[in-house]
Each structure stands twice: as structure tokens, then as C-alpha cells.
């Protein structure tokens, strides 16, 4: 049950048929702010790209409008780090993150304290505003507080129901500002929950995960209890793109032309329209994967999914997707191809490269990433419908490991590879088990074989770097690995760092540590591991073992001041300050430390 969001649709415009463009969150949220399609923006994954500067969005044109911007959010894929934050005056990600090789969190932060982020904001500002509040609590792993945990039959009800509860002090205090507020609520996407065989999302683009709900409501203030207002609901086909126009012409700007998108306020007075084409996608798997990639489009209530097995769909007749009319239908097939034809195809760009921790973040909200090269070919043995099994045994082995079943997961990953030779993750996560179990020999082969195989190469290389340079086994050949990555990524120049600490080579090790920092100066990690560099290279005199000490000092509180949930951090600097006789101070570190380590294994 949402009572908050019923109460406030039964006010204003709920469109029973919106779609996004894309199924995952940072492209998705992009579409929104931009205007644009995926394909337009360039954001095509949550991982390995970044929104590129100069980017126009509500924020900065409402901004050089001069309103008041906020941004206020409680998911990682949506901090600052990913570039949408230019044009807000606050931009609100303050979510832990995670700095170690632990792999299982939740980066967010709950619903109601971005909801009060938000309202303090608007309590603070005077004149007209634009705030952006982002809940993500309807998102893996469900874990609604108690009193809601048990609404609805799955976990997951209980978590829209916590989220739909945190939301009301918003609209509350925006009742009883002195002016009417233009609000919009959408979603990114929605959640499979087991539909197709698709646990969550990111993988398909069925209407479990593309199909959003869209309100368009004016709360009118203070002195106003919106008695007159009623609610309509339009069916139309209605998109994502279409929110950008709309928020332009509610307050009296042009709306850009060259947007594909038109504002909904004619088709909310009409209360119905002409149909509106929606191209949308899913890129994830095949930028990370190599499998082929999804796009399609939607045309009235026919839905054309463009894969080396195409899918027609009528979703009038037919809203769970379980009868493909492809091959029934070749007219409606060419027709629907053709229309997809009249959008971008060609292939996306590959991702970036995404430093450890990054990667380890989305990881722990469902999301897989890593960069297969570009391929122009697939064939049905490349279609995510023969691949959905593969996806979800290497989730469940992620589970295992996470109940403590590596046994288990070991056998399940093992399966993965003999189905799909080139599945990257399943090398990197099965070395992974055999490393944290003692096995090191295996892990080192497990990531060899991989290499052999002709599984993407670059996360399986890093790895294989350091785990051969950590474990001494051949740190001249890890060092070889590592030195032919592009000296632009970060996770890579981490594992060098590392190597080169290994082979005794501390001041090439600093040097590379800094390069990471000149492509991402608040890295905590570089900091931290400079710090520890100058500890291990000190000289053996007392005053130049004293400069050295100093030094990393200041490195280690650099550290924690750009990134005060790294642990490691924290430990240095103890380290630092017991080794120069500052043992009570120490103590106060490890103890944050270790603060910081409980928070993670939450």
C-alpha cells in the first residue's frame, strides 16, 4: 500500500503508461535531468562513465534562471563522483562508501534522512526553488525497517511501503509554503522480482523493469487544502524524456528544441493525446559481458525488443510479455525494426575503468561491472534470454559466499565457466574464494585460465597482478602485468602501487600512487598507501626515519580527512602515531578503525 503517493495522485495526473529509456540508474536518472536519450547523453551503464562537463540539465538551466538548486540522494550510483551534480548549489551524497576488499554492503542511505536533507533545504530557502530527492530504498538487498517489513508479500513491498511512509513529511512541508510547488514523481525503473528469470533489474527491458509510474501534481500551499483539485488518469504513452519540457514550460521557459521530448501540460488538459514513440535500452551486459545488446522501441501498445531472438509484443492483450509474436508477425516485425532504425543504433562507446572501490560499491547493490571489448556480431548464443541463467547462478553464488557457503559457490562458479568460458566475473569471483580460503596456487591459475580462455582481460590482469605480487609468488611478472595497463586507470595503477611495494621499489610505488591521485585527488586509498610507502621506505636513521614518519603523517591525515569511512586509513595513521610514541592517540584510531570495519559488515 502507498497511502502518500495515492493520496497525492488522486490530485493530480497519474500516467498509467510511462516507460524510461533505460534500466538501470545512472542513465536513467541522466534521461530525466538531460532530456535526452541514452544514446544522446552518452551515459549507457551505471559503470565507466561519467556525464561529460558542459552538460545541460534542469539544474543548470534553472539555476542560470535563477532558482535555487538541491539535490538531495541516497544511492551510490547517483554521488557526485558520476558528474550530475553541476548546476545544484547543494548536492547531497554524504553515503558511505566502501574502501576495502570486503565485497558485500549498502551503499545508500535510508528514506527518510534524505527526505530530511530535503526539507531542511527547503526550509532554508526563500524564492523559487528546483530539488531533486532521490529515495533507493525499493532497491537489493530489501531491508525495510521492521514496523514495514512486513507489509506485502515479499520483502520488497515492505520497502515501498517504508519509502512511500518517508516521503510524506515532504509533501507536507511543501503544503505550507506560501506558493504552490509543481511536483513530479517517476522511478528509474522497476524490479523483475523473479519475472523472465530476472531476480531484480539491469538485465532486461520487460515492463516489470521499464514500465514507471509518473505523478504530475500541483500542491497548492498554505491556505489552499486543495479541495478542488482532482485527480485524472491518462493513459497515453508518455516517457522519461518527457519530464525535462515539462518542468520548463510549469515555469515559464523555453524548452530546448532540439529535445525529442514534448511537455505533458497540453496532454494533462486534454486528458489524452497522440501516441509518443519510446526508444529505450540495456547496455550493462554488453559492455561488461560481451553479450548482445538490447534495445527497442515502443509504438502505441506494440513492443518490438531487438535481440539475435527478436520479440514483438502486444501489451494490450499481452502485459506479462509471455507470447512472442515475432515469428507470427513478420509485417509488425519489419515495421518495428524500422522504427527502431530512426534512433541511434550504432554501438555504445566502451566504459571507463573504475577504481576498486567504485566496482566493489555497485557490486553490492546487484550491479556487475568490468569492460568487454567492442563486438559487431552475435548470435542467439549472445541473446540475454539463453544467458539469464548464467546471471543468476553467478547472483547466487554471491549469496553462498555471503551465508558462508564457499563450498558451494565454488562448485556453482566452476559451472558458470564450463557454460560460458568468457565470463570474466566467474573467474575473478571463483580466484577470489580460493584467495580468501588459503588457496593461493588456485586463485593465481583460476585467473591464468581465465586469460586463456579469452575472458575479458583487464579486471582478470589487475588481479592476477596482485595477487601474484601480494603473495610473493612472482612479483617481476606481476609488475609486467600491471605496467601495460593504460596509465590512466586507476584500479590498475593501484595494483602496481602495490607491486612495486612488494619488489621494495617504495619510491616508484609513491610516484605511481600519485598519479592516482592527480586523476582522482580525493582518493583516500592512494593517500593512505603513500602513507604507509614512506613508513616502509624510511631510512634507518633516526632523523631520517623521523622525516619519513612525519611525512606519511600528513599523508595519513589527508586520507581521512578526503574520506572519513576509510578504515585503512584510520589504522595508518594509529600505526604512525604509536611508532612515534603517541600510543593514547593510536588508540583512538584503531578504535574508529574498527568502528568503521563493524558499519561495513553490517
Known amino acids: 500500500p502507498t497511502p502518500v503517493l495515492d493520496g497525492l495522485a488522486a490530485k493530480g495526473a497519474r500516467f498509467s503508461f510511462a516507460h524510461a529509456h533505460a534500466v538501470v540508474t545512472l542513465p536513467s536518472h541522466t534521461s530525466i535531468l538531460t532530456g535526452q536519450l541514452p544514446y544522446e547523453h552518452g551515459m549507457r551503464d551505471n559503470s565507466g562513465f561519467r556525464v561529460k562537463d558542459g552538460t545541460a540539465t534542469l539544474a543548470t538551466r534553472l539555476k542560470s534562471a535563477g532558482f535555487a538548486t538541491g539535490a538531495f540522494v541516497g544511492g551510490f550510483p547517483l554521488t557526485k563522483r558520476f558528474g550530475l551534480s553541476p548546476g545544484f548549489d547543494e548536492y547531497d ?3 558511505s562508501e566502501m574502501k576495502s576488499d570486503v565485497t558485500f554492503t549498502m551503499p545508500e542511505r535510508p528514506a527518510n534522512e534524505v527526505v530530511g536533507r530535503a526539507v531542511d533545504w527547503i526550509g532554508r530557502t526563500s524564492g523559487k526553488f528546483f530539488a531533486w530527492v532521490h529515495v533507493f530504498d525499493p532497491h537489493a538487498p530489501y531491508a525495510a525497517p521492521p514496523e514495514f517489513a512486513s507489509r506485502g508479500e515479499r520483502p520488497y513491498d515492505g520497502e515501498v511501503a517504508w519509502t512511500d511512509a518517508a516521503l510524506g513529511p515532504l509533501f507536507d512541508t511543501l503544503a505550507l509554503l506560501p506558493r504552490p510547488t509543481t511536483v513530479i514523481v517517476t522511478s528509474d525503473h522497476g524490479e523483475s522480482l523473479g519475472e523472465h528469470g530476472e531476480a531484480t533489474h539491469g538485465m532486461f527491458a520487460y515492463e516489470a523493469t521499464l514500465h514507471v509510474p509518473l505523478i504530475v501534481v500541483t500542491i497548492p500551499g498554505s491556505g489552499d487544502d486543495g479541495a478542488s483539485q482532482r485527480g485524472v488518469v491518462i493513459d497515453t504513452p508518455v516517457r522519461h524524456i518527457d519530464i525535462a519540457p515539462t518542468v520548463m514550460e510549469s ?8 529535445w525529442l521530448g514534448a511537455s505533458l501540460a497540453a496532454l494533462i488538459d486534454a486528458g489524452s493525446g497522440a501516441d509518443r514513440p519510446s526508444y529505450f535500452e540495456s547496455m550493462t ?9 538490447l534495445r527497442g522501441v515502443l509504438r502505441e501498445r506494440t513492443k518490438y525488443i531487438d535481440q539475435p531472438i527478436p520479440e514483438i509484443y502486444d501489451l494490450a492483450s499481452d502485459p506479462l510479455e509471455s507470447r512472442n509474436l515475432a515469428s507470427s508477425q513478420p509485417d509488425q516485425l519489419q515495421l518495428m525494426t524500422s522504427l527502431l532504425r530512426t534512433f541511434n543504433v550504432a554501438p555504445p562507446d566502451r566504459p571507463g575503468q573504475e577504481a576498486a572501490e567504485v566496482s566493489a560499491a555497485l557490486r553490492s547493490l546487484g550491479y556487475v561491472s568490468g569492460s568487454a571489448p567492442e563486438r559487431r556480431i552475435f548470435t542467439e548464443a549472445d541473446d540475454l534470454k539463453n544467458l539469464v541463467t548464467i546471471d543468476a547462478d553467478l547472483h547466487r553464488a554471491s549469496e553462498m559466499f555471503q551465508a558462508g557457503r564457499t563450498g558451494d ?7 558458470v565457466i564450463d557454460r560460458r568460458k568468457d565470463t570474466a566475473d566467474a573467474y575473478i569471483s571463483l580466484s577470489h574464494a580460493y584467495w580468501e580460503g588459503g588457496r593461493v596456487n588456485e586463485a593465481i591459475t583460476t585467473l591464468e585460465s581465465g586469460l586463456t580462455n579469452g575472458a575479458p582481460d583487464r579486471d582478470i590482469r589487475i588481479r592476477l597482478g596482485i595477487y601474484l605480487a601480494e603473495s610473493g609468488t612472482d612479483i617481476p611478472k606481476a609488475i609486467t602485468i600491471l605496467e601495460t595497463l593504460p596509465d590512466t586507470d586507476v584500479e590498475g595503477l593501484n595494483g602496481l602501487g602495490l607491486a612495486y611495494g612488494g619488489a621494495g621499489r617504495h619510491a616508484d610505488a609513491i610516484a605511481t600512487y600519485k598519479k592516482i591521485l592527480v586523476l582522482d585527488p580525493t582518493n583516500g586509498l592512494a593517500h593512505q598507501n603513500i602513507a604507509t610507502m614512506l613508513m616502509q621506505g624510511a631510512g634507518s636513521s633516526s632523523s631520517a626515519k623521523a622525516a619519513s ?5 600528513g599523508w595519513a591525515r589527508k586520507a581521512v580527512d578526503v574520506d572519513p569511512s576509510l578504515a585503512k586509513g584510520f589504522t595508518t595513521l594509529g600505526v604512525i602515531l604509536a611508532q ?8 583512538d584510531q584503531w578504535r574508529r578503525a574498527v568502528q568503521l570495519l563493524s558499519l561495513i559488515h553490517i
Not at 251 to 258: A, F, R, S
Not at 285 to 293: D, E, M, S, T
Open 285 to 293: 551486459y554488453n559492455l561488461v559481458r560481451g553479450w548482445a545488446p
Open 251 to 258: 515555469v515559464g521557459l523555453t524548452v530546448d528544441p532540439t
Open 580 to 587: 612515534t610514541g603517541r600510543k593514547p592517540l593510536a588508540i
Open 93 to 95: 551524497d554524504q553515503i
Open 549 to 553: 614518519f612525519a611525512e606519511a603523517e
Open 409 to 415: 559457490a565454488i562448485v556453482m562458479l566452476r559451472s
